[in-house]
């Protein structure tokens, strides 16, 4: 308890600092890519044959390692937060693109199909019947993206976008190990707690009727 | 309302006609099962009349009017609609299942309310019990029956019913059966009944169509077809799944006896079923085999075993055979090969088939 009081009183104006930084990169992405993927994903699950092109396209994006991509943007868009959230932007779609495909092509085609016949038009049935059944695998897309952003944003550090890699990255340099701590505990934390927050939604939005008992 | 098919032909691309040159009027008020081996044409016939198929050539008309006419949804609106394995949408509870259409005709909350009461009564479910669970938490009768109401709820006047009892056990579906046909005698819709079970064809319809390789072979009443089938297939579909021999000549024990049992209660895996014109219960178990009979007495001290040894007979049985027996015992259970309970010989249904016999074959 002491060593974590000590480190909180020595470095709390950076660690906040780092903090605010942080939900800034992750928060401003995560909701671009969601605004992006979500509807392509619906998009998509209705177009098939061009699905599988567009999957396989961003699951290439995503094998690119972070560090390197960082690497490649900076000589085309400089340095900054904006270079920093294109990149956490890209990372951001396949986990909620391929759950939202995933989920609304698991819809049982009965359903679907009973549906149509009762006379819903094509959007009735997106909203009554098919995001309803897919919403708990969407969140569960996003709550792995927001999971990725909080790890890959600290990258973000090596092209002067702040965040908590800062702090790790300045602790490296100098080999101070006090340092390092204070940026990746609370990176941990975050991240735990953006996963807990996205469960209990995932928890919320999951159909009464299709809830374990 | 009358549906009619005017020469209507579907053809899937790059397959042989799924449906091919059919003409077809149901008349109002009418229950037209449609029946035939699986890949017939009887599902793509029934899909066509709510537009979830389209014809390739022909035309369908409801009272004369060309159904491309109206908007597509509008029509569904006004059909029911009844699948196999219910389609009930599993996040809804069993009241917004039944609500989904007059929702989307935009019915006030009170209408809406009172259809639900007024449905569920139909079928002796209770409303504090029932409108308020999910799907998965009922049975699967009970889900099937939530299913037919949902396609009755705007009150259409045409209902088109896809294999609406499949999937459930024989006792759940005769029971089933026979509500709907209480329900069709009061409601008098036009119900295009799709089934490829010839006894549910039979106990239901007013009228059969048989359909083979998207042709429509034959169409009759039940009694017409099994009297007269036009050719081999007709005859060898009805004798595969039905052993009834019409010939007077040759009265079988089957034509003898009363086959409407009426499900009394289950333990466990056997069911208690009762018919009329007999004070004894009969036992089978979850296949429907014979297990034996039980006395009203037993069944009301609950003691569930069978305590009479009454031999069945066999469907085929010649009638001089049961007469011989019959003497002997006031009701006579028949099997059929593979032991099944399909019906009691008592002396009502003794009468009754007398009563066919003079008055012809008209039931």
Known sequence: MNYIGYLWSTYNSQIIQAMWQQIYLVGISLVCGAIVSIPLGIYLSKHTRLATWVITAVSILQTIPSLAFFAIILPILGIGATPALIVLFLYSLLPMLRNTYTGLRSVDPTLIDVAKGMGMTSFQRLIFVELRLAAPLIVAGIRLSTIYLVSWATMASLIGAGGFGDLIFAGIDNYNNDLIITGAVPTALMAFIASMIFTLIRRYVTPIGLRRA | ?363
Not at chain 2, 61 to 89: A, C, H, N, P, S
Not at chain 2, 144 to 173: K, N, Y
Not at chain 2, 205 to 232: H, M, Y
Not at chain 2, 348 to 361: D, I, K, Q, T
């Open chain 2, 1 to 363: 309302m009358t549906v009619t098919f005017s020469e209507v032909t579907k053809v899937y691309q790059g397959k042989k006609p799924a449906v091919e040159n059919l003409n077809l009027e149901v008349h109002t008020g009418e229950l037209l099962v449609l029946i035939g081996p699986s890949g017939c044409g009887k599902t793509t016939t029934l899909r066509m009349i709510n537009r979830l198929e389209e014809p390739t050539h022909g035309k369908i008309q409801i009272d004369g009017r060309d159904i491309e006419k109206f908007k597509e949804e509008e029509l569904r609106r006004g059909i029911g609609y009844t699948v196999q394995q219910t389609g009930l949408f599993p996040h809804m509870t069993v009241k917004d299942n039944i609500e989904v259409v007059p929702r989307l005709l935009k019915w006030p909350k009170d209408k809406r309310d009172e259809r639900v009461r007024e449905l569920l009564a139909m079928v002796n479910m209770d409303f504090e019990e029932f409108a308020h669970r999910y799907p998965r938490q009922l049975s699967g009768g009970q889900q099937q029956r939530i299913g037919v109401l949902r396609s009755l709820a705007a009150d259409p006047p045409i209902i088109l019913m896809d294999e609406p009892f499949g999937a459930l056990d024989p006792i759940s579906r005769e029971v089933l059966q026979i509500e709907l046909k209480k329900l069709q005698a009061r409601l008098q819709k036009t119900i295009i009944f799709v089934t490829h079970d010839i006894d549910e064809a039979i106990r239901l319809g007013d009228r059969i169509a048989i359909f083979q390789t998207g042709q429509l072979v034959q169409l009759g009443s039940p009694q017409e077809i099994v009297k007269n089938p036009v050719n081999e297939f007709v005859a060898s579909f009805i004798k595969k799944n039905y052993q009834f021999e019409t010939s007077n000549l040759s009265l079988k024990a089957l034509d003898l006896a009363s086959v409407d049992f009426h499900p009394y209660e289950s333990h466990d895996d056997r069911i208690i079923l009762s018919i009329d014109g007999s004070d004894d219960f009969y036992l089978v178990d979850s296949d429907h085999r014979f297990i034996g009979t039980i006395s009203k007495e037993n069944v009301k001290a609950n003691q569930i075993t069978a305590d009479k040894v009454l031999q069945p007979i066999r469907v085929y049985d010649s009638v001089q055979n049961i007469l011989s027996i019959f003497k002997d015992v006031n009701t006579l259970p028949v099997v059929d090969d593979g032991n099944k309970l399909v019906g009691v010989i008592t002396s009502l249904s003794l009468m009754n088939a007398v009563a066919r016999l003079v008055g012809g074959n008209e039931s």
